[in-house]
Protein backbone atom coordinates (compact mmCIF):
# COMPACT_ATOMS: atom_id res chain seq x y z
CA UNK A 1 0.00 0.00 0.00
CA UNK A 2 2.34 2.04 1.03
CA UNK A 3 5.27 1.65 -1.92
CA UNK A 4 4.60 4.70 -3.86
CA UNK A 5 7.16 3.89 -6.84
CA UNK A 6 4.26 1.43 -7.49
CA UNK A 7 1.74 3.95 -9.43
CA UNK A 8 -1.80 3.63 -9.17
CA UNK A 9 -2.78 0.74 -11.87
CA UNK A 10 -6.51 1.98 -13.02
CA UNK A 11 -9.13 -0.64 -13.47
CA UNK A 12 -11.33 -0.35 -16.02
CA UNK A 13 -13.18 -3.82 -16.80
CA UNK A 14 -14.88 -5.65 -14.23
CA UNK A 15 -16.69 -9.00 -13.85
CA UNK A 16 -18.51 -9.20 -11.17
CA UNK A 17 -19.68 -12.05 -9.11
CA UNK A 18 -21.98 -13.31 -7.30
CA UNK A 19 -22.31 -16.50 -5.08
CA UNK A 20 -25.01 -18.00 -3.69
CA UNK A 21 -24.31 -20.55 -1.10
CA UNK A 22 -26.70 -23.40 -0.79
CA UNK A 23 -29.23 -23.55 2.12
CA UNK A 24 -27.95 -20.02 2.84
CA UNK A 25 -28.80 -16.28 2.76
CA UNK A 26 -32.17 -15.13 1.68
CA UNK A 27 -31.21 -12.64 -0.85
CA UNK A 28 -31.60 -13.25 -4.40
CA UNK A 29 -28.14 -13.48 -5.99
CA UNK A 30 -29.20 -11.57 -9.19
CA UNK A 31 -30.82 -8.81 -7.64
CA UNK A 32 -27.48 -8.10 -5.54
CA UNK A 33 -25.66 -8.27 -8.71
CA UNK A 34 -27.82 -5.70 -10.13
CA UNK A 35 -26.66 -3.37 -7.15
CA UNK A 36 -23.58 -4.33 -7.20
CA UNK A 37 -23.46 -2.87 -10.83
CA UNK A 38 -24.62 0.18 -9.52
CA UNK A 39 -21.83 0.54 -7.43
CA UNK A 40 -19.02 -0.22 -8.86
CA UNK A 41 -19.82 2.12 -11.85
CA UNK A 42 -20.34 4.29 -9.11
CA UNK A 43 -16.36 3.77 -9.01
CA UNK A 44 -16.15 4.80 -12.46
CA UNK A 45 -14.94 0.90 -13.09
CA UNK A 46 -17.15 -0.67 -16.23
CA UNK A 47 -19.27 -3.46 -15.47
CA UNK A 48 -18.84 -5.81 -18.50
CA UNK A 49 -20.32 -8.86 -16.77
CA UNK A 50 -22.09 -10.80 -14.34
CA UNK A 51 -21.79 -14.06 -13.54
CA UNK A 52 -23.81 -15.87 -10.30
CA UNK A 53 -22.50 -18.73 -9.61
CA UNK A 54 -23.97 -21.66 -7.06
CA UNK A 55 -21.48 -23.16 -4.31
CA UNK A 56 -23.00 -26.24 -1.49
CA UNK A 57 -20.42 -24.60 1.10
CA UNK A 58 -17.47 -21.84 1.67
CA UNK A 59 -14.22 -22.72 0.72
CA UNK A 60 -11.34 -21.53 2.40
CA UNK A 61 -8.50 -20.65 -0.11
CA UNK A 62 -10.45 -18.75 -2.92
CA UNK A 63 -14.41 -19.01 -0.85
CA UNK A 64 -15.51 -20.73 -4.26
CA UNK A 65 -13.90 -24.16 -5.26
CA UNK A 66 -11.00 -24.31 -6.74
CA UNK A 67 -12.05 -25.63 -10.16
CA UNK A 68 -14.75 -22.91 -10.31
CA UNK A 69 -12.07 -20.21 -9.68
CA UNK A 70 -9.72 -21.60 -12.23
CA UNK A 71 -12.06 -21.46 -14.67
CA UNK A 72 -13.34 -17.84 -14.03
CA UNK A 73 -9.27 -16.68 -13.83
CA UNK A 74 -9.08 -17.80 -17.42
CA UNK A 75 -12.16 -16.62 -18.81
CA UNK A 76 -11.92 -13.08 -17.25
CA UNK A 77 -8.35 -13.07 -18.65
CA UNK A 78 -9.77 -14.28 -22.15
CA UNK A 79 -12.06 -11.34 -22.03
CA UNK A 80 -9.06 -9.08 -21.13
CA UNK A 81 -10.83 -8.29 -17.80
CA UNK A 82 -8.68 -6.31 -15.43
CA UNK A 83 -10.76 -6.64 -12.53
CA UNK A 84 -13.00 -9.23 -10.59
CA UNK A 85 -15.56 -8.09 -8.25
CA UNK A 86 -17.08 -10.15 -5.03
CA UNK A 87 -20.63 -9.57 -4.54
CA UNK A 88 -20.01 -11.91 -0.83
CA UNK A 89 -16.80 -10.33 1.75
CA UNK A 90 -13.62 -12.41 1.08
CA UNK A 91 -11.37 -12.50 3.78
CA UNK A 92 -7.34 -11.39 3.38
CA UNK A 93 -6.05 -14.48 2.48
CA UNK A 94 -9.01 -15.06 0.09
CA UNK A 95 -8.32 -11.76 -1.83
CA UNK A 96 -4.36 -12.58 -1.94
CA UNK A 97 -4.80 -15.99 -3.19
CA UNK A 98 -7.94 -15.04 -6.02
CA UNK A 99 -4.40 -11.85 -6.84
CA UNK A 100 -1.55 -14.23 -6.51
CA UNK A 101 -3.49 -17.05 -9.32
CA UNK A 102 -4.93 -14.34 -11.57
CA UNK A 103 -2.62 -11.27 -11.87
CA UNK A 104 -5.82 -9.20 -11.96
CA UNK A 105 -7.20 -6.56 -9.16
CA UNK A 106 -9.71 -8.64 -7.13
CA UNK A 107 -12.25 -6.96 -4.60
CA UNK A 108 -15.44 -7.13 -3.08
CA UNK A 109 -18.53 -4.85 -2.27
CA UNK A 110 -17.04 -3.91 0.96
CA UNK A 111 -14.26 -2.59 -1.00
CA UNK A 112 -16.81 -1.09 -3.25
CA UNK A 113 -18.78 0.83 -1.15
CA UNK A 114 -15.34 1.86 1.43
CA UNK A 115 -14.61 3.58 -1.90
CA UNK A 116 -17.60 5.31 -2.93
CA UNK A 117 -18.07 6.45 0.49
CA UNK A 118 -14.23 7.99 0.24
CA UNK A 119 -14.71 9.59 -2.96
CA UNK A 120 -17.95 11.81 -1.18
CA UNK A 121 -17.14 12.41 2.13
CA UNK A 122 -16.41 16.02 2.13
CA UNK A 123 -16.68 17.18 6.07
CA UNK A 124 -13.51 17.00 8.04
CA UNK A 125 -16.06 14.51 10.30
CA UNK A 126 -16.71 12.33 6.82
CA UNK A 127 -13.26 12.18 5.65
CA UNK A 128 -12.03 11.19 9.27
CA UNK A 129 -14.76 8.30 9.58
CA UNK A 130 -14.13 6.99 6.06
CA UNK A 131 -10.39 7.40 6.64
CA UNK A 132 -10.64 5.46 9.53
CA UNK A 133 -12.68 2.52 7.78
CA UNK A 134 -10.47 1.97 5.22
CA UNK A 135 -7.26 2.05 7.37
CA UNK A 136 -9.16 -0.60 9.35
CA UNK A 137 -10.11 -2.54 6.33
CA UNK A 138 -6.62 -2.45 4.62
CA UNK A 139 -4.93 -3.60 7.68
CA UNK A 140 -4.64 -7.03 7.53
CA UNK A 141 -4.25 -6.53 3.70
CA UNK A 142 -1.27 -5.12 3.22
CA UNK A 143 0.47 -7.85 1.08
CA UNK A 144 -1.58 -7.37 -1.23
CA UNK A 145 -0.56 -6.49 -4.83
CA UNK A 146 -3.59 -4.15 -5.55
CA UNK A 147 -4.55 -1.60 -3.37
CA UNK A 148 -6.21 0.64 -4.80
CA UNK A 149 -9.55 1.13 -7.20
CA UNK A 150 -9.43 4.23 -9.40
CA UNK A 151 -7.66 6.49 -6.55
CA UNK A 152 -4.11 6.66 -4.39
CA UNK A 153 -4.68 5.65 -1.04
CA UNK A 154 -2.45 8.14 0.16
CA UNK A 155 0.85 7.24 1.37
CA UNK A 156 4.69 7.44 1.48
CA UNK A 157 6.82 5.12 2.69
CA UNK A 158 8.31 6.25 5.86
CA UNK A 159 11.96 4.68 7.00
CA UNK A 160 12.06 1.82 7.73
CA UNK A 161 13.28 0.73 12.06
CA UNK A 162 16.17 -1.75 12.33
CA UNK A 163 15.11 -5.30 11.62
CA UNK A 164 11.51 -4.50 10.02
CA UNK A 165 10.42 -5.98 7.07
CA UNK A 166 8.70 -3.65 5.04
CA UNK A 167 5.37 -5.51 6.00
CA UNK A 168 5.85 -4.51 9.47
CA UNK A 169 6.97 -1.07 8.55
CA UNK A 170 3.39 -0.82 6.83
CA UNK A 171 1.40 -2.56 9.19
CA UNK A 172 3.30 -0.01 11.90
CA UNK A 173 2.33 2.97 9.79
CA UNK A 174 -1.05 1.99 9.13
CA UNK A 175 -2.12 1.23 12.92
CA UNK A 176 0.24 4.81 13.48
CA UNK A 177 -2.59 6.19 10.91
CA UNK A 178 -5.42 4.77 12.52
CA UNK A 179 -4.48 6.04 16.57
CA UNK A 180 -4.00 9.92 15.04
CA UNK A 181 -6.86 9.41 12.17
CA UNK A 182 -8.90 8.23 15.92
CA UNK A 183 -7.41 11.60 17.92
CA UNK A 184 -8.65 13.69 15.58
CA UNK A 185 -12.09 12.15 15.04
CA UNK A 186 -12.16 12.53 19.30
CA UNK A 187 -11.78 16.41 18.89
CA UNK A 188 -14.35 17.34 15.68
CA UNK A 189 -16.82 14.62 17.29
CA UNK A 190 -16.25 16.77 20.50
CA UNK A 191 -17.29 19.98 18.61
CA UNK A 192 -20.51 18.13 17.20
CA UNK A 193 -21.32 16.75 20.09
CA UNK A 194 -21.28 20.57 21.63
CA UNK A 195 -23.51 21.89 18.58
CA UNK A 196 -25.39 18.69 19.58
CA UNK A 197 -26.20 19.64 23.22
CA UNK A 198 -26.83 23.18 22.56
CA UNK A 199 -29.78 21.68 19.95
CA UNK A 200 -30.94 19.55 23.14
CA UNK A 201 -31.39 22.24 25.40
CA UNK A 202 -33.64 23.78 23.23
CA UNK A 203 -36.66 21.66 24.29
CA UNK A 204 -37.87 21.33 20.37
CA UNK A 205 -38.61 17.38 19.65
CA UNK A 206 -36.34 15.81 16.55
CA UNK A 207 -36.66 13.28 14.20
CA UNK A 208 -34.19 11.82 12.12
CA UNK A 209 -34.86 10.98 8.37
CA UNK A 210 -33.35 6.97 7.94
CA UNK A 211 -33.49 4.87 4.74
CA UNK A 212 -32.02 2.61 1.99
CA UNK A 213 -29.36 5.04 0.03
CA UNK A 214 -31.08 7.02 -2.61
CA UNK A 215 -34.51 6.45 -1.63
CA UNK A 216 -35.38 10.28 -1.17
CA UNK A 217 -34.07 11.29 2.42
CA UNK A 218 -32.72 14.51 1.43
CA UNK A 219 -35.18 15.48 -1.05
CA UNK A 220 -38.19 15.12 1.93
CA UNK A 221 -36.15 17.41 4.20
CA UNK A 222 -36.09 19.67 0.83
CA UNK A 223 -39.73 19.62 -0.05
CA UNK A 224 -40.99 19.88 4.53
CA UNK A 225 -38.07 22.39 5.50
CA UNK A 226 -37.11 24.33 2.19
CA UNK A 227 -33.90 23.34 2.75
CA UNK A 228 -31.70 23.43 0.00
CA UNK A 229 -29.23 19.54 0.25
CA UNK A 230 -27.89 18.07 -2.60
CA UNK A 231 -30.61 15.02 -3.58
CA UNK A 232 -28.96 13.47 -6.89
CA UNK A 233 -29.94 10.02 -8.16
CA UNK A 234 -26.43 8.62 -7.08
CA UNK A 235 -25.69 6.37 -4.53
CA UNK A 236 -24.80 7.74 -1.06
CA UNK A 237 -24.65 11.11 -2.07
CA UNK A 238 -25.14 12.26 1.63
CA UNK A 239 -22.57 11.39 4.65
CA UNK A 240 -23.10 14.22 6.99
CA UNK A 241 -26.25 14.43 9.19
CA UNK A 242 -28.08 18.05 8.40
CA UNK A 243 -31.01 19.39 10.72
CA UNK A 244 -33.44 22.05 9.63
CA UNK A 245 -36.13 23.00 11.71
CA UNK A 246 -39.41 23.06 10.67
CA UNK A 247 -42.93 24.63 12.06
CA UNK A 248 -46.03 22.16 11.49
CA UNK A 249 -49.48 23.50 10.99
CA UNK A 250 -50.75 22.95 14.52
CA UNK A 251 -47.48 25.68 15.59
CA UNK A 252 -45.32 23.12 17.04
CA UNK A 253 -41.57 23.02 15.24
CA UNK A 254 -39.49 19.75 14.63
CA UNK A 255 -35.99 19.18 13.91
CA UNK A 256 -35.71 16.91 10.95
CA UNK A 257 -32.31 15.36 10.70
CA UNK A 258 -31.79 13.61 6.79
CA UNK A 259 -28.87 11.04 7.56
CA UNK A 260 -26.48 9.10 5.37
CA UNK A 261 -28.04 6.13 3.60
CA UNK A 262 -28.13 2.56 3.85
CA UNK A 263 -27.39 -0.29 1.80
CA UNK A 264 -26.55 -4.34 2.16
CA UNK A 265 -23.90 -5.61 3.23
CA UNK A 266 -22.39 -2.31 4.56
CA UNK A 267 -18.97 -2.93 6.12
CA UNK A 268 -19.17 -3.07 9.53
CA UNK A 269 -15.83 -0.94 9.91
CA UNK A 270 -18.38 2.01 8.40
CA UNK A 271 -21.49 1.62 10.82
CA UNK A 272 -18.88 1.70 13.33
CA UNK A 273 -16.51 4.80 12.08
CA UNK A 274 -20.54 6.45 11.66
CA UNK A 275 -21.95 5.59 14.67
CA UNK A 276 -21.12 9.48 15.89
CA UNK A 277 -23.25 10.46 12.75
CA UNK A 278 -25.51 8.42 12.75
CA UNK A 279 -25.81 9.01 16.61
CA UNK A 280 -28.53 11.57 15.22
CA UNK A 281 -30.69 8.52 14.78
CA UNK A 282 -30.74 7.59 18.17
CA UNK A 283 -31.01 10.44 20.01
CA UNK A 284 -33.90 11.24 18.06
CA UNK A 285 -37.51 11.16 19.35
CA UNK A 286 -38.65 9.26 16.27
CA UNK A 287 -37.81 7.97 13.22
CA UNK A 288 -39.01 8.50 9.48
CA UNK A 289 -37.59 5.50 7.56
CA UNK A 290 -38.54 6.53 3.58
CA UNK A 291 -38.29 3.41 1.17
CA UNK A 292 -38.45 3.57 -2.25
CA UNK A 293 -41.36 2.08 -3.61
CA UNK A 294 -40.38 2.06 -7.50
CA UNK A 295 -37.49 -0.40 -6.49
CA UNK A 296 -38.35 -3.95 -6.80
CA UNK A 297 -36.70 -4.71 -3.92
CA UNK A 298 -38.55 -2.50 -1.35
CA UNK A 299 -38.71 -4.67 1.31
CA UNK A 300 -35.57 -6.19 1.59
CA UNK A 301 -33.86 -2.36 1.49
CA UNK A 302 -36.32 -1.65 4.72
CA UNK A 303 -35.26 -5.00 6.42
CA UNK A 304 -31.36 -3.69 5.66
CA UNK A 305 -32.83 -0.92 6.85
CA UNK A 306 -34.02 -1.88 10.38
CA UNK A 307 -31.05 -4.06 10.83
CA UNK A 308 -28.31 -1.66 10.81
CA UNK A 309 -30.80 0.51 12.90
CA UNK A 310 -31.01 -2.33 15.54
CA UNK A 311 -26.76 -2.42 15.12
CA UNK A 312 -27.09 1.66 16.51
CA UNK A 313 -29.62 0.70 19.01
CA UNK A 314 -32.32 3.01 17.11
CA UNK A 315 -34.89 -0.03 16.81
CA UNK A 316 -36.65 0.73 19.64
CA UNK A 317 -38.01 4.14 18.27
CA UNK A 318 -41.37 4.78 17.53
CA UNK A 319 -41.14 4.61 13.05
CA UNK A 320 -42.86 6.36 10.21
CA UNK A 321 -43.16 4.80 7.30
CA UNK A 322 -43.02 6.68 4.77
CA UNK A 323 -43.27 4.72 0.78
CA UNK A 324 -41.34 7.64 -1.36
CA UNK A 325 -41.30 7.58 -5.33
CA UNK A 326 -45.21 6.35 -5.87
CA UNK A 327 -45.11 8.07 -9.26
CA UNK A 328 -42.38 5.86 -10.49
CA UNK A 329 -44.07 2.84 -8.97
CA UNK A 330 -44.82 0.71 -12.25
CA UNK A 331 -46.94 -2.68 -10.15
CA UNK A 332 -50.22 -1.21 -9.05
CA UNK A 333 -50.44 -4.86 -7.30
CA UNK A 334 -47.16 -4.08 -5.12
CA UNK A 335 -48.64 -0.14 -4.19
CA UNK A 336 -52.17 -2.23 -2.65
CA UNK A 337 -50.64 -5.15 -1.18
CA UNK A 338 -47.97 -2.87 0.81
CA UNK A 339 -51.08 -0.38 1.32
CA UNK A 340 -52.41 -3.25 2.85
CA UNK A 341 -49.28 -4.41 4.70
CA UNK A 342 -48.60 -1.34 6.59
CA UNK A 343 -52.01 0.65 7.19
CA UNK A 344 -50.05 3.33 9.13
CA UNK A 345 -47.81 4.51 6.72
CA UNK A 346 -47.51 7.33 4.12
CA UNK A 347 -47.29 6.55 0.48
CA UNK A 348 -45.81 9.93 -1.36
CA UNK A 349 -44.49 11.11 -4.28
CA UNK A 350 -41.76 13.85 -3.22
CA UNK A 351 -41.19 14.43 -7.23
CA UNK A 352 -45.09 14.93 -7.72
CA UNK A 353 -45.48 16.98 -4.23
CA UNK A 354 -48.45 14.02 -3.33
CA UNK A 355 -49.47 13.17 0.27
CA UNK A 356 -46.39 15.77 1.92
CA UNK A 357 -49.25 17.26 3.18
CA UNK A 358 -50.69 14.40 4.87
CA UNK A 359 -46.97 14.01 6.17
CA UNK A 360 -46.84 16.99 7.67
CA UNK A 361 -50.04 16.41 9.37
CA UNK A 362 -49.23 12.88 10.58
CA UNK A 363 -45.83 14.42 12.01
CA UNK A 364 -48.88 17.02 14.03
CA UNK A 365 -50.48 14.10 15.05
CA UNK A 366 -46.94 12.10 16.26
CA UNK A 367 -45.97 15.49 18.09
CA UNK A 368 -49.43 16.32 19.71
CA UNK A 369 -49.79 12.65 21.07
CA UNK A 370 -46.73 12.72 22.66
CA UNK A 371 -47.72 16.25 24.28
CA UNK A 372 -50.57 16.86 26.38
CA UNK A 373 -52.82 20.01 26.47
CA UNK A 374 -52.66 21.82 29.37
CA UNK A 375 -53.82 25.21 31.01
CA UNK A 376 -50.91 26.93 33.07
CA UNK A 377 -50.21 30.19 35.03
CA UNK A 378 -46.83 31.59 35.15
CA UNK A 379 -45.76 33.77 37.49
CA UNK A 380 -44.19 37.05 36.02
CA UNK A 381 -40.39 35.66 37.38
CA UNK A 382 -40.75 32.14 35.26
CA UNK A 383 -40.37 34.12 31.71
CA UNK A 384 -37.14 31.42 31.15
CA UNK A 385 -40.23 28.72 31.02
CA UNK A 386 -42.48 31.15 28.96
CA UNK A 387 -39.57 31.67 26.55
CA UNK A 388 -39.00 27.38 26.38
CA UNK A 389 -42.62 26.63 25.58
CA UNK A 390 -42.22 29.74 23.30
CA UNK A 391 -39.22 27.86 21.58
CA UNK A 392 -40.55 24.46 21.24
CA UNK A 393 -43.51 26.17 19.84
CA UNK A 394 -46.31 24.66 22.42
CA UNK A 395 -47.76 27.68 22.91
CA UNK A 396 -51.47 28.19 22.08
CA UNK A 397 -53.05 31.19 23.70
CA UNK A 398 -50.98 33.61 26.16
CA UNK A 399 -52.87 36.15 28.03
CA UNK A 400 -50.99 38.76 30.57
CA UNK A 401 -53.63 38.18 33.80
CA UNK A 402 -52.93 40.19 37.41
CA UNK A 403 -51.67 37.35 39.01
CA UNK A 404 -49.40 35.98 36.36
CA UNK A 405 -49.20 34.85 32.57
CA UNK A 406 -51.63 32.34 31.86
CA UNK A 407 -50.90 29.91 28.72
CA UNK A 408 -52.84 27.12 27.02
CA UNK A 409 -51.45 24.91 24.36
CA UNK A 410 -49.78 21.17 23.58
CA UNK A 411 -47.08 20.89 25.96
CA UNK A 412 -43.97 18.42 24.68
CA UNK A 413 -42.65 15.80 27.18
CA UNK A 414 -39.59 16.80 27.32
CA UNK A 415 -40.82 20.28 28.70
CA UNK A 416 -43.28 18.93 31.01
CA UNK A 417 -41.81 18.22 34.12
CA UNK A 418 -40.55 21.54 34.04
CA UNK A 419 -43.88 23.12 33.80
CA UNK A 420 -46.08 20.86 35.30
CA UNK A 421 -46.03 22.96 38.68
CA UNK A 422 -47.10 25.71 37.44
CA UNK A 423 -50.54 23.41 35.44
CA UNK A 424 -53.88 24.78 35.80
CA UNK A 425 -56.77 22.67 36.58
CA UNK A 426 -56.41 20.65 39.97
CA UNK A 427 -53.16 19.73 39.65
N1 LIG B 1 -39.44 9.49 -9.40
C1 LIG B 1 -39.15 10.03 -8.22
N2 LIG B 1 -37.88 10.34 -7.93
C2 LIG B 1 -37.62 10.89 -6.72
C3 LIG B 1 -38.66 11.17 -5.80
N3 LIG B 1 -38.10 11.69 -4.69
C4 LIG B 1 -36.76 11.75 -4.91
N4 LIG B 1 -36.48 11.27 -6.14
C5 LIG B 1 -35.16 11.18 -6.79
O1 LIG B 1 -34.41 10.13 -6.17
C6 LIG B 1 -33.02 10.44 -6.21
C7 LIG B 1 -32.40 10.30 -4.84
O2 LIG B 1 -32.89 11.31 -4.00
P1 LIG B 1 -32.10 11.79 -2.70
O3 LIG B 1 -33.00 12.72 -1.96
O4 LIG B 1 -30.74 12.25 -3.06
O5 LIG B 1 -32.00 10.39 -1.95
P2 LIG B 1 -31.24 10.07 -0.57
O6 LIG B 1 -32.07 9.04 0.12
O7 LIG B 1 -30.95 11.31 0.18
O8 LIG B 1 -29.92 9.39 -1.14
P3 LIG B 1 -28.45 9.24 -0.47
O9 LIG B 1 -28.11 10.49 0.26
O10 LIG B 1 -27.60 9.00 -1.65
O11 LIG B 1 -28.55 8.03 0.42
C8 LIG B 1 -32.91 11.86 -6.76
O12 LIG B 1 -32.58 11.79 -8.14
C9 LIG B 1 -34.31 12.42 -6.58
O13 LIG B 1 -34.63 13.41 -7.52
C10 LIG B 1 -40.01 10.85 -6.15
O14 LIG B 1 -40.98 11.05 -5.45
N5 LIG B 1 -40.19 10.28 -7.38
MG1 LIG C 1 -29.19 12.12 0.71
Redesign the pocket.
Known sequence: MFEVSDKPKMVERALLIGVHVIGQGADNVDNLLVELTDLVNTVEIGVMETMAITIRKPHSHFYIGKGKAYDIIEHAKAQGYDCIVFDDSLTPAQQRNWEKESGLCVIDRQEVILDIFASRAQTKEAVLQVGLARMVYSLPRLTRAWTHLSRQRGGGTKMRGQGETQLEADQRIVRDRIASLKRRLKIVRAQRGTQRKRRMKKPVPSAAIV?Y????????LNIITGADI?????????LDPTTRQVILPSGLKLLLT?T??FVRKLPHNLVEAFKATLEEAVVADFLIH?LDI?SPEVEKHGETTLEVLKELGADEKRILTVF?????CQDAFALQRLQAQFPDAEF?????NDGIEQLVRRLDDLLETDSTFGEYLFPFDRYDLISQLHQAGCVKEEEAREEGVYINGFITPALRPKVDAYQLNGR
Open positions: GTNVGKSSLLAEDKLFVTDVGVSNKIDAISILN
